[in-house]
């Protein structure tokens, strides 16, 4: 079965970064796009970034200009570098894949990680 673990976050001040990391593991089955999503306290979990095995990416309008979305296929490994720190940026941090950018963003899957918690406090 395919297995993601997540790892990087932490406690970071309004205005620092953090590069999360989401190792892949098991079968692929194909599927080559992937996407970062986190969900808030007491919110729904939504998609923050996602990029394909040709490097086409999306961005939630909330984190462009700020999120970078990157892969190392020879590592099996998905980054997200996260500049520019908010508040609203806190959350758990879950990476996940599919067959397509659409499927990503519709975000329905069997399985998830545990995630990597992100806080951003002063």
């Known amino acids: 079965q395919r297995q993601f673990v997540e790892s990087g976050g932490g406690l970071v001040q309004p205005g620092g970064s953090l590069r999360l990391s989401c190792a892949a593991s098991?079968?692929?089955?194909?599927?080559?796009?992937f996407g970062w999503y986190r969900q808030a306290p007491g919110k729904r979990r939504e998609l923050v970034a996602a990029?394909?095995?040709?490097?086409?990416?999306e961005y939630a309008d909330s984190v462009k200009g700020r999120f970078t979305i990157s892969r190392d296929n020879a590592k099996n490994t998905v980054y997200l570098q996260m500049n520019s720190l908010k508040i609203e940026d806190t959350g758990v941090y879950y990476c996940?894949?599919?067959?397509?950018?659409?499927?990503?963003?519709?975000?329905?899957?069997?399985?998830w990680g545990q995630g990597t918690q992100v806080t951003v406090s002063s």
């Open positions: 996940n894949e599919d067959l397509s950018i659409e499927a990503i963003v519709a975000g329905n899957f069997r399985s």
């Open positions: 990029i394909t095995s040709g490097g086409y990416t």
């Open positions: 098991g079968s692929t089955f194909s599927r080559d796009a």
